[in-house]
């Protein structure tokens, strides 16, 4: 177990592998060659961030640059799928999925459904989300809430090097179009990962951390935090479980209620802004499935109702941390009727 | 009264990537009069949570460690003394003792793994661990959907005394997903190749459920390998196995099915923690190992029936036959150890499961080198 990886190195192995273990899989977009333009270089960056360095390499042709049009790029990605493709599409920034959602949640979010289930559309759209990188409001926005809203989306966010490969394999083999979100800041990341090929299941919330008197739901990047958190808190004597549903669609009901039922307290923690979200769909699910057990009001720790500042030290305060983690789960242990 | 009547309880040491544990709850009092092998405490490593029995006999006069606090390896725990040895005598140590202590440093990155060796037996990729540099060689061979790690109580006390070898069959843990022949009768051939790759000619096969079977079909077919023989819960002795148990596990994919069947493997389902689930999850989701899972089960059992049936060459065999078996075992059941021929020795450990290496970690040690 003891090899250690990045985060975005778990991504490239993910698609190294699959595309040596099926020739269907083919990768598109902005940059994800070269990026150079230069002849005998177009290898050489792979990706803004490097995520697919080495694979045009490999795989020559199966790895291409697209124009810079998201409508296009995206497009063809969907139509490659329903017509025997695996696409692994990436869409540098979740920001720009605005100008091709008609592609995604109208096409291949329906393609199954309205052909009676003769259709399939098995493509990958990895994108990029998330603050703290000084990139401003139109590059740094946490928008995995829109894509579950619809149905016929799977929505993946990896808070791990070790989920990252397992989860980006699975939703590649999947059969339904996905949205794969990779946080700018977990590329770094470094963790246990196996060499050999595996999946991990849609569905099936991580019970990072075992803990008896707060429950906390984490997405993301937040997991970490809410570590950080859980660690602090500890020294105080509350002991918290963190769960990190790993898809927000499908979402794994039934580990957060089963966690709930136990400790009687939930924070959830939500990067996103915080109307209709994960933090407020969470919060409706134990607040009508699980009310009995609540022993305080659901905390929700999120950014605040506005776009991501530039300023940095306005986007550090943006971004839920470690303390205010740590004050909302205060907020519950101490809560009297 | 000199020190030496005062001797540490220190927080063991289980298994090679332990540098610490947790003290979950003291079973037994201050003042009370402990023997060789009685129960201590409950402590939770990151893979296992346990009991810990005294290594020496005495009084308990100081529990040191408290309910979950934790503790580097080697921390004092309590304190053991005789009835007339003084409080300030007792102080005195403990404050001497914990001036000393330094807790264990972290291990370097990749250094958990380092001990972990490779080899190739024809295209198939063998990981194994060795311990211990004695003159006797024993190999541990683990069971269905198991790996070398179900040897953490087992392999490091062995190896004070002998060269101590445990492989990850073929389909398992970290070797080869691919399985070239997984009957029984092929696996054994892969312990004997084992043996040969790693420059051993004779040793004690000590196999637990599915790998006892495959010990004893060693010592059937390669018979000049085996000195000695210990067959924990093991397959191959009798008909009734928990087919469900076996089924489920190569069909489970989620921690949800999967935890109550581990549950099944131990008199105390507390000794399932949540790392074990995770481990066994993350070994589930490699390419291959339902593949691998299958084919191996159809090679030993079909439904609740086990298809090899090894009992009677029991009877005549050379080398010492020794079987271990916990009386709660709800996968292979404890009436397998009854009736055997005279040459085996036969031990059932009360109120343990199929996991009794682990559960009852000392008694199996001292039986295995008995």
């Given amino acids: 177990m003891a090899r250690k990886i990045l985060y975005q190195e778990a991504i490239n192995e993910a698609l190294d592998q699959e595309m040596a273990r099926d020739e269907a899989v083919i990768i598109m977009g902005e940059d994800v060659v070269g990026g150079t333009g230069a002849s005998g270089e177009m290898d050489a960056w792979g990706g803004v961030l490097g995520v697919t360095k080495g694979l045009y390499g490999k795989y020559g042709d199966r790895i291409m640059d697209s124009p810079i049009s998201e409508s296009a790029l995206v497009g063809a990605a969907v139509g490659a799928a329903a017509t025997g493709m695996r696409p692994v599409c990436e869409l540098m920034f979740i920001d720009f999925m ?120 984490a997405l993301g990047r937040m997991v970490t935090h809410a570590g950080k958190a859980a660690n602090t808190l500890a020294k105080e004597g509350i002991s918290c479980e963190i769960i990190d549903p790993r898809t927000t669609s499908p979402f794994d009901e039934e580990t957060v209620l089963e966690s709930v039922e136990n400790t009687g307290r939930l924070v959830i923690v939500d990067e996103s802004t915080p109307r209709c979200s994960m933090a407020t769909d969470i919060s409706s ?53 | 009264m000199s020190d030496a009547a005062i001797t540490a309880i220190t927080m063991p040491k289980w298994g090679l990537s332990m540098i610490e544990g947790k003290v979950i709850e003291w079973l037994v009092e201050e003042n009370s009069t402990l023997a060789l092998g009685d129960e201590i405490m409950d402590i939770e490593t990151e893979k296992i949570a346990n009991t810990f029995e005294a290594l020496d006999a005495g009084i308990l006069r100081r529990r040191v460690a408290v309910a979950d606090e934790t503790l580097g390896v080697g921390a004092l725990l309590g304190v053991l003394a005789s009835a007339d040895t003084s409080d300030e005598d007792i102080d005195a140590f403990i404050a001497d003792f914990q001036a000393n202590y330094v807790p264990p440093e972290p291990p370097e990155e990749d250094e958990a793994g380092a001990n972990y060796e490779w080899l190739n037996l024809g295209d198939q990729k063998i990981r194994y661990l060795r311990m211990g540099d004695g003159a006797q060689n024993i190999v541990l061979i683990h069971g269905f959907g198991g790996d070398l790690d179900l040897w953490l109580f087992t392999q490091e006390p062995l190896a004070a005394n002998a060269s101590v070898y445990s492989l990850d069959l073929p389909g398992h843990g970290q070797s080869s997903k691919a399985v070239e022949d997984g009957s ?87 000794l399932i923690n949540r790392k074990m689930i995770d481990d066994i999850l993350k070994f589930k989701r490699l390419d291959g190992v339902t593949e691998a899972l299958t084919e191996i089960s159809a090679g030993f059992l079909s439904g609740d029936k086990q298809t090899v049936d090894l009992r009677g060459e029991l009877g005549g065999l050379s080398m010492p036959v020794n079987v271990i078996w916990g009386s709660e075992d709800r996968i292979i059941p404890a009436s397998h150890a009854n009736d055997l021929p005279g040459n085996v020795t036969v031990n059932v450990l009360e109120g343990f499961g199929h996991l009794v290496q682990l559960e009852a970690a000392s008694d199996v040690n001292r039986l295995i080198q008995s």
Avoid: W
């Fill in chain 2, 184 to 270: 029984v009768a092929g696996l054994a051939n892969v312990v004997a190749k084992f043996m040969d790759a790693v420059g051993i000619s004779s040793a004690h096969l000590v196999g637990h459920s599915l790998g006892g079977a495959i010990a004893l079909q060693t010592a059937v077919s390669h018979a000049g390998k085996v000195d000695a023989l210990t067959l924990i819960g093991s397959a191959g002795i009798g008909e009734e196995i928990n087919g469900d148990y076996i089924s489920g596990f190569v069909a489970a994919e989620s921690r949800r099915e999967i935890k109550p069947l581990l549950k099944q493997l131990v008199g105390d389902p507390g």
């Fill in chain 1, 98 to 217: 605005g100008v091709c959602f008609d592609q995604i949640y109208n096409q291949a979010a329906k393609f199954r459904y309205m052909f009676g289930g003769k259709a399939e559309t098995p493509v990958v759209i990895r994108t990029m989300y998330g603050a703290g990188f000084r990139a401003a409001a139109q590059h740094s926005q946490c928008l995995y809430n829109l894509f579950t809203h619809v149905p016929g989306l799977k929505v993946v966010m990896p808070s791990s090097p070790y989920d990252a490969k397992g989860l980006l394999i699975q939703a590649i083999r999947d059969n339904d179009p996905v949205i794969f979100c990779e946080h700018k800041a977990l590329y770094a990341m470094e963790g246990d990962v196996p060499e050999e090929s595996y999946t991990i299941p849609f569905g099936e919330a991580n019970i990072v951390r075992e803990g008896d008197d707060v429950t906390i739901v």
């Fill in chain 1, 285 to 337: 699910l134990v607040a009508q499935k699980g009310f009995s057990f609540l022993k305080a009001p659901i905390e929700m720790v999120t950014a605040p109702h506005t776009p991501v500042p530039f300023n940095g030290s306005l986007e550090d305060l943006y971004i839920p941390s470690p303390e205010k983690i740590e004050a909302a789960v205060r907020a519950t242990t101490s809560y009297a009727h």
